[in-house]
């Protein structure tokens, strides 16, 4: 892949505190899992690489408002996040009890999401890309190969990777920059997407590599 700043960005799904803090929602279910991987420095660490090197950097977060707690059905993660007010917003034009809320950043990225050159895209509503801006914001600035990373591996990720690969970008999945929950009945998410990105990525890249790329 040839990664350099001119077409190349980052992009990353759900750096919010309900799946990446210990006081998240979902952290029982994706704890271990961070912190196996360094999750949180990795994604830390991508963003520095980013900004150091003049890289753009979009985010693809996760809001559900008042409006979509009255969907009639769901998958069982669908279910699990409405039923614990996972990235929940009072709505689409207010911020109020956003601030250190679950679908706030998480406070070690925030500099680098809210320093007024990072594009924050609309919301995805399920899992994928499809429901946001996030392709038209990319093409608008000539991108076309991406370096992904962010929560959930098996769900977002996954789901982003797959419709940007599809829309014709070229994308590296940064392996150890996401993690996934573990489920008691549903299994390992991590080892389940971790397969799927070797068969779909481009490239499936250490926070070690995709750093020393973007220099």
Known sequence: MNINKNDTAVVLTDPQNDVLSEQGVAWELVGDSIKENKTVENLER??????KNG???????????????????GGPIEKMMHETKMFARTGA???????????????????????????????????????????????????????LGGMLAN???????????????????????????????????YKSALTNFGFIANAVLSTDEAVKAMQ
Do not use: M
């Not at 890289?55 to 059905?73: A, C, G, L, N, R």
């Open 55 to 73: 890289f753009e950097v979009f985010i693809s977060p996760h809001y559900y408002y008042s409006t979509d707690q009255v969907w009639k059905f």
């Open 155 to 189: 769900l977002c990720v996954e789901a982003h990777l797959r419709e940007l690969i599809e829309q014709g970008f070229e994308v590296a999945v940064v392996k150890d920059a996401t993690a996934a929950p573990r489920h008691p009945q549903l299994g390992d998410g």
């Open 46 to 51: 991508l963003l520095q690489a980013a900004k």
């Open 93 to 147: 034009l207010s911020l109020d009890g956003f601030s250190r809320s679950g679908a706030d950043w998480l406070e070690q990225l925030k500099p680098f999401i809210t320093d007024g050159k990072s594009v924050v895209v609309s919301p995805h509503k399920i899992f994928g890309p499809e429901t946001n801006d996030l392709v038209v914001q990319l093409r608008k600035r000539d991108i076309r190969t991406i370096i």
